[in-house]
């Protein structure tokens, strides 16, 4: 079957790294992405990965294994306002659909 | 800068009712999708389209439909409201070709009574 699992919820300090991870077994891929989410407000989007390797954006890097099935998201020098839900979400390449995962809520505590 | 517009933020209705939600882009998107998202669980996709007058269903269409006379709106009917639809409404859009990242509405918190 199809299935993204991402951890409920992690605890991070300010200032500090922290690591979300993803794994997923879908019957395709066409690449992985990773949306922030604020509470009450829309999904925005971080990143995309669809070949091996790690991808850097500012304070945020993505990785991706597609041998493992295996995604993080790294986000460094934390700030209170990176307290948000973290969605990674799977291309199916049969139907070119997105298949989400549950989402991973991040609390940054001072 | 980059818009999905939804008609309402909070909306409240009654079992049996017939409930449209309207969401419009400025992008001229070609694709438009809507979600729903329910605690604990991933985004679930309801229907979508790639284009004027066309329309797919997603992984959960029933008990609801779709339309999208215009490219830069897509409209989500639920014909007979139930309580089961209870939810948070995304819509969004995207480009065809590249990554076709989603550009998200701010969602509909629709409660059925």
């Known amino acids: 079957g199809q299935n993204i699992d991402q951890p409920t919820e992690m605890t991070a300090t300010e200032g500090a790294i922290v690591q979300i991870n993803c794994t997923y077994q879908t019957s395709g891929f066409n690449g992985l992405f990773w949306y922030q989410q604020h509470a009450g407000e829309a999904p925005t989007f971080l990143s995309y990965n669809v070949l091996d390797g790690l991808e850097e954006k500012g304070r945020f890097s993505s990785f991706l294994s597609r041998s493992k099935g295996y995604s993080y998201l790294l986000l460094k020098e934390l700030q209170m306002k990176d307290s948000a839900s973290y969605l990674c979400a799977v291309r199916d390449d049969s139907n070119y659909q997105l298949i989400w995962g549950a989402g991973t809520k991040l609390i940054i505590k001072p | 800068d980059v818009k999905v517009t939804q008609s309402s933020r909070y909306l409240v209705k009654r079992t049996g009712e017939k409930v449209f939600l309207e969401c419009v882009q400025d992008?001229?998107?070609?694709?438009m999708f809507w979600y729903r998202q329910d605690p604990g669980l991933g985004l679930r996709l309801i229907y979508f389209s790639y284009d004027v007058k066309m329309k797919e269903k997603g992984d959960i269409p029933e008990g609801y439909s779709v339309s999208r006379e215009k490219k830069e709106r897509f409209s989500l009917i639920l014909e007979s409201a139930s309580t089961n639809q209870t939810s948070m409404y995304l819509c969004?859009?995207?480009?065809?070709?590249?990554?076709?990242?989603?550009?998200f509405g701010s969602g509909t918190q629709l409660s059925v009574l």
């Open positions: 969004a859009s995207s480009l065809t070709g590249g990554n076709e990242k989603l550009f």
């Open positions: 992008m001229d998107h070609e694709n």
